[in-house]
Structure formats: C-alpha cells, structure tokens
C-alpha cells in the first residue's frame, strides 16, 4: 500500500516539474513597436568648417587611437591620397568624434608624403 501511494506521489511530483518546466520555456510576448518617436538631440552639430584643425592634437590622437590596435604607421609611408582612403576605413572603426578626426587629418596631411 505504501508503495503505491509512493508510486503515485512520484508520478505526481514528475507531471508538476514536466508542466512547470514546459511553461516556463513558453516563448514571451514582446511588444511591438508601431510609431517611434525620437527626442530631439540635445547635442549641438559640430560643422566642419566651425573646428580649427590642430596639427598637435592630431599627433596625440594618431598616437594613442591608432597605436591601441596596431603598430603606428609612420605617416611618410603613404601618400596624402592614400591616408584618405585609410583614414576613411579607419576613422569610423576607432570611434572618433568629428572634432578629432578633424585633428588627426590634419596631422596626417601635414606629415604624410606628396
């Protein structure tokens, strides 16, 4: 008699963790966004024409951005045609803000070669 209660007990114990279980795994709604409504930025728009470029800074930029992921280039390697093109690739993958990469071409085209 035991034995059979026990038996049932288990098979009881068994279906509550199968269900809990299966409930719990049940995927969860996730709301949808219809409309998005962005706030207005609260940071001025930096124009290019408004930042004077600093040939210092851009060295101290060029040293320690472009320095973090590779060896620093020595900026006659290349020709001022060819720093656009790197600086192009490679401005957005360091995340500089405009006001440096501003900084850091001027550097570069006033180092680089002819």
Sequence with gaps: MFILY???????IALIFFLSALFA???????????????PSQKPVL???????DTAAGRQIFMARCGRCHGVPDP????????ETI??????????????AVHLTAFIN?????
Aim: hydrophobic share 40%; net charge positive; aromatic share 8%.
């Design 25 to 39: 795994c049940q995927r969860k709604t996730i709301p949808v966004i219809t409309e998005r409504k962005d706030a």
């Design 47 to 53: 124009v290019m024409e408004t930042i004077v470029a």
């Design 76 to 83: 006659l390697q290349y020709t001022t045609k060819r720093w």
């Design 110 to 114: 006033a180092n680089a070669d002819r």
């Design 6 to 12: 026990f038996i049932i007990m288990m098979y009881k």
């Design 87 to 100: 600086l192009a690739s490679m401005i957005p993958r360091s995340r500089i803000n405009t006001e440096q």
